[in-house]
Each structure stands twice: as structure tokens, then as C-alpha cells.
């Protein structure tokens, strides 16, 4: 009996409860389905089930391995997706949800290259900086940074987000810059206020350690945008992200300080439902992005994303697809 069928019986008898339902589902007898689960028992050595006349339980054993089971069936689907996916025409609306400042500056500039590579999708995009349910407020996806919380949802890292400690030049001809943490203490530091960040904090690494430093300063505000408008004005040192700030040092208009202490970088992640068909357009949507995000030189020059083209038809294999 083919040992890739019996696989994906067990994990349909388990998704489904009971044997009736999963050879309802396949339109075949409960017997021809009792006969597979038998077989692959017999074959392992080992109990996976436990059937009554009304419903079966997965047994230790059959826990453990219905785990990697699910995981061989995504792969084998993932890559049967990857080679027969490039003939399929990607359509149906998308709806894209991000951080406000970071969906301006690099969700919202993606959108026209990736709609011109596929014409029959449309997309609307939401920038928010509230916690979005996607389930319930039906998005497709979110892009996401730092840390996730756990959840039932899938994530894939898209790049990396440095965060780095920025003064405009005004300011430290005034002021001098630091040359350790310690000397942030009799800087004026633009912070985000308490209501936005209780620990009121920077993170930096020093002596192989991550550490937060408390900061303080004349002005603080719950807005980032109006944080770096302080700091492009002389008002004082700010600790910014990468992908807001670059384009500043580039030009001049900024300068980092504290480099040598600058703490790991945070991933930015796309972020979907946990679904077994996921809709081609979100997956060709995730690649746009990836390939953006994940290419090193697109922070160093970040003015105008070019158009995917030919190039969104790659299909990353990570996605949970059929």
C-alpha cells in the first residue's frame, strides 16, 4: 500500500475526528479508509489511534507523529505548488494591512510595480499602528515588525530592521557626541512617551549583552514622525529605525553615533492566517516584498522600488499552499 497514502488518511481520520468522515471526504468506504490506518499501524509497530463506534483519539505516539506528518504533506505541497504555480494567473482582491510610518515609506510604494506584474488582483491597504486581527477584520496579510506574539497565525521573515541612535549635526556641534551609554544621560533624548513605551528605554548591546538604557529629555512624544522632525531640527539625540532615518544619513542631514553599541537587528515579517490553500496572489505578494526587503542593497537606496516583473512569479516554498 502506498505509505504517502496511508500518511495523508491518518492526518484526514485526525483533522476529521472519525474514519466516516474522513472517507466521506475522499467518497470512498470507512472500511477502505480502516484498512490504510491499519496497514500504516502495522507497519510502525505502533498504535496512532484509538477507535470507538463513535470517534477516535490520537495516542501519544499518534500525536507525536501527526506533527511531522502534517509537516511532510506541506512540504510535498509547497513544492508541487512551486513548479506548477508559474502557469497559474494570480487575481481576487488583496487586502494588506501595515504600521502607518512604515507603510508609507516602503508597503505603499510597492503596490503600483507589484499591481502592474499582475493586473487581474486589486488591493487595498490599510496602515495602521494598532494590533489588527486579521481573522476577524478579514486581511489577507500584515507586515509586521520585531518581535511576534504568539499566536495561530504564520509568519515569514521578509528583512531585517536596524534600529540606530541619530543626532542632526546642529545639535552635536552643540552638544558633543556620545561616546558611551552612559553619556546619553546628559543628552537631550527625543523619546516616545510613557503611554506609547513604559519602559521609556533604548536597546543597545554592550559587552555581548543586549541592554536597555533609560534616556530622558526635554521633549517626548507618542508619534515617531514627530520624533524624527525634532531630531532633523537640532533638538536632540533620537534612536530611530533604519528605514525611517536612512535616507537622512545618506544625505547628511543626520548623523549615528554609538555605532559600536548598536543592538541586534529586528526582523520585518509578513504575517497570514494559517490556511492549507493560501491564495496565490498573497503568496506572489509575500515574494514582492521579500525580494525587496531581503535584498540588502534596497535599504541603501529605497527612493523607487522597482516593479517585480518576471521575477514575483518565484514562489518561496515556506508557505503553507496546497
Not at 516616545?192 to 517626548?220: C, D, Y
Not at 533620537?238 to 528605514?243: T, V
Request: include cysteine; charge should be neutral.
Amino acid at each position: 500500500m502506498d505509505r504517502f497514502k496511508q500518511i495523508e488518511t491518518f492526518v484526514a481520520v485526525a483533522a476529521k475526528g472519525g474514519l466516516s468522515a474522513a472517507a466521506a471526504m475522499e467518497g470512498v468506504a470507512p472500511a477502505i479508509i480502516g484498512r490504510r490506518i491499519d496497514a500504516l499501524e502495522a507497519r510502525l509497530g505502533v498504535k496512532l489511534l484509538v477507535r470507538t463506534t463513535r470517534r477516535v483519539t490520537l495516542t501519544f505516539e499518534g500525536s507525536s507523529f501527526l506533527e511531522d506528518c502534517q509537516r511532510i504533506l506541506n512540504e510535498m505541497h509547497n513544492a508541487e505548488a512551486t513548479v506548477s504555480a508559474g502557469g497559474v494567473k494570480a487575481s481576487g482582491h488583496l487586502r494588506v494591512t501595515a504600521p502607518a510610518g512604515f507603510g508609507r515609506r516602503h508597503v505603499a510604494p510597492m503596490l503600483p510595480g507589484f499591481i502592474a506584474a499582475h493586473p487581474d488582483v486589486t488591493v487595498t491597504l490599510d496602515l495602521s499602528d494598532r494590533l489588527v486581527d486579521l481573522i476577524n477584520e478579514g486581511f489577507d496579510c500584515a507586515v509586521r515588525l520585531g518581535e511576534l506574539p504568539d499566536s495561530s497565525l504564520v509568519s515569514l521573515r521578509l528583512g531585517e530592521n536596524r534600529r540606530v541612535c541619530v543626532g542632526a549635526p546642529s545639535y552635536l556641534a552643540r552638544c558633543g557626541q556620545p561616546e558611551s551609554l552612559e553619556d546619553l544621560a546628559r543628552h537631550n533624548c527625543l523619546a516616545f512617551g510613557a503611554s506609547a513605551n513604559q519602559q521609556r528605554g533604548w536597546t543597545f548591546s554592550q559587552n555581548g549583552k543586549v541592554v536597555i538604557t533609560r534616556v530622558s529629555g526635554t521633549l517626548e512624544c507618542t508619534d515617531g514622525a514627530v520624533l524624527h522632525e525634532w531630531c532633523l531640527e537640532g533638538q536632540g539625540l533620537a534612536w530611530r529605525s533604519w528605514w525611517e532615518v536612512g535616507d537622512d544619513i545618506r544625505q547628511g542631514r543626520l548623523v549615528t553615533v554609538l555605532d559600536q553599541f548598536a543592538a541586534p537587528p529586528i526582523g520585518i515579517h509578513a504575517v497570514f492566517p494559517q490556511r492549507k490553500h493560501l491564495p496565490l496572489r498573497v503568496r506572489l505578494f509575500i515574494d514582492h516584498l521579500k525580494h525587496h526587503y531581503g535584498n540588502p542593497g534596497y535599504w541603501n537606496d529605497v527612493a523607487a522600488p522597482a516593479p517585480l516583473g518576471q521575477a514575483s512569479q518565484s514562489i518561496a516554498s515556506p508557505y503553507p499552499v496546497p
